[in-house]
């Protein structure tokens, strides 16, 4: 309960940096996110969860808030290769690391499993040795087969 007051107060810090209204939908939009922390949802999934609450909500508005929360760095989201964005709340919200998770999608059975050691600090300081890049943030996706699928092969 206490973390979704201080992600609804870093929306609301955030909307009003940019000058936007703190709606209904947006609140709504980003608590789904959160009371599902650790699933990647697509932009239907979201929609069908905030419209139990809000049943006027458009499924276009909730791609424009989740485009917006993501611009604001509130959402993170995933391109997995079957042409479907995934979103899950942000990695600054989790409190979790400074960068995204790791995702870890299994061939077999599409699952997306998230893994937070991020480990990449010597290769992120690396690059910005060599380069001059600073590194913001990062997206990893691991290929191959999860547990129960290793599981149910042998
Ligand atoms: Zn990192
Ligand atoms: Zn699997
Ligand atoms: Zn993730």
């Known amino acids: 309960m206490e973390q979704q007051r201080k992600t609804e107060d870093l929306l609301k810090q955030r909307l009003k940096e940019k000058g936007l ?5 947006r609140i709504l939009v980003l608590t789904v996110l ?6 990647h949802m697509t932009a239907e999934d979201i929609y069908e969860l ?3 609450d809000y049943p006027d909500i458009g499924l276009a508005t909730v791609y424009r808030t989740l485009q917006l929360l993501w611009d604001m760095q509130l959402v993170d989201r995933i391109n997995l290769d079957d042409g ?3 979103y899950e709340i942000g990695h600054l919200l989790r409190g979790d690391a400074q960068h995204n998770h790791h995702h870890l999608i299994c061939r077999k ?3 997306v499993i998230p893994f937070t050691d991020d480990l990449l600090d010597d290769l992120e300081h690396h ?3 060599v380069t001059g890049f600073h ?3 990062h997206e990893l996706k691991f290929y191959g087969f ?3 699928c290793m599981e149910k092969e042998n």
Do not use: A, F, Y
């Open 34 to 39: 959160e009371q599902n922390s650790g699933m």
């Open 127 to 129: 690059i910005e040795e």
């Open 84 to 86: 479907c964005v995934r």
């Open 135 to 137: 590194v913001l943030d």
């Open 50 to 52: 905030v419209s139990q």
């Open 109 to 111: 059975c599409n699952k």
């Open 146 to 148: 999860c547990r129960d």
């Open 21 to 25: 209204k703190v709606t209904h939908q």
